[in-house]
């Protein structure tokens, strides 16, 4: 089982990414999806997770109306479109699969520099 994140890169405070997560090995549609971040010196920490059918949602209070999550079944594919960039934001972005709790990818850096 894989996962592959993508998308991160060096943006502007206010400005946007979309991470992808793309995963492979498992039954995807079987698995609630989360993505977590870690920022040097910081522990890991949820972001945002999404149920099987991606109906329901949850957020992190320090990202509720600038983050969103999404998923496409059809595509093994998870999603986290990050809008309104702060310094804080910066860290490495994971995704992960409840159903392989052991399973990290190799992770995407979101760096908002001034």
């Known amino acids: 089982a894989h996962l592959v994140e993508s998308g991160g890169g060096l943006v502007q405070p206010g400005g946007s990414l979309r991470l992808s997560c793309a995963a492979s090995?498992?039954?995807?549609?079987?698995?609630?999806m989360s993505w977590y971040r870690q920022a040097p010196g910081k522990e890991r920490e949820m972001v945002a997770d999404?149920?099987?059918?991606?109906?329901?949602?949850n957020y992190a209070d320090s990202v509720k109306g600038r983050f969103t999550v999404s998923r496409d079944n059809a595509k093994n594919t998870v999603y986290l479109q990050m809008n309104s960039l702060k310094p804080d934001d910066t860290a490495v972005y994971y995704c992960?699969?409840?159903?392989?709790?052991?399973?990290w990818g190799q992770g995407t850096q979101v760096t908002v520099f001034s």
């Open positions: 090995g498992f039954s995807f549609r079987s698995s609630i």
């Open positions: 999404i149920d099987f059918w991606g109906e329901t949602t």
């Open positions: 992960h699969a409840t159903l392989l709790p052991r399973t």
